[in-house]
């Protein structure tokens, strides 16, 4: 568990993925992508891991995913085969905001 603040670049240590957090909690947080925690993008991610079961969703480019509480988003910068959750919970790719009519 770690402290995010927005900005942060992040992968994942068992598939291709790679992260930006937008918001963050102010509190500790548990991100991990295919099962694993995710690290920090210029680190150094322990080898021979592979995706769990159930975390192999995938993640698509550009997509910005959330929590259920909503204080934790995440932007896929490269896409991967894992699935990204927050305290085992899978997070959901944020949805559009609906535009005004212009009646």
Excluded at 38 to 53: F, S, T
Excluded at 88 to 96: D, Q, R, S, V
């Amino acid at each position: 568990m770690a402290v995010l603040k927005a900005g942060t670049r992040l992968k994942s240590a068992v598939c291709n993925t790679e992260v930006m957090v937008v918001a963050a909690p102010k509190d500790e947080v548990d991100v991990s992508c295919g099962g694993a925690p995710l690290v920090a993008l210029g680190g150094e991610a322990p080898g021979g891991g592979e995706i769990a079961e159930g975390a192999g969703e995938g993640t698509q480019i550009g997509k910005r995913y959330i929590n259920e509480a909503g204080d934790l988003e995440i932007l896929c910068t490269k896409p991967g085969e894992g699935s990204l959750a927050s305290g085992g919970a899978l997070l959901t790719i944020k949805g559009a905001k609906p535009l005004p009519s212009s009646d």
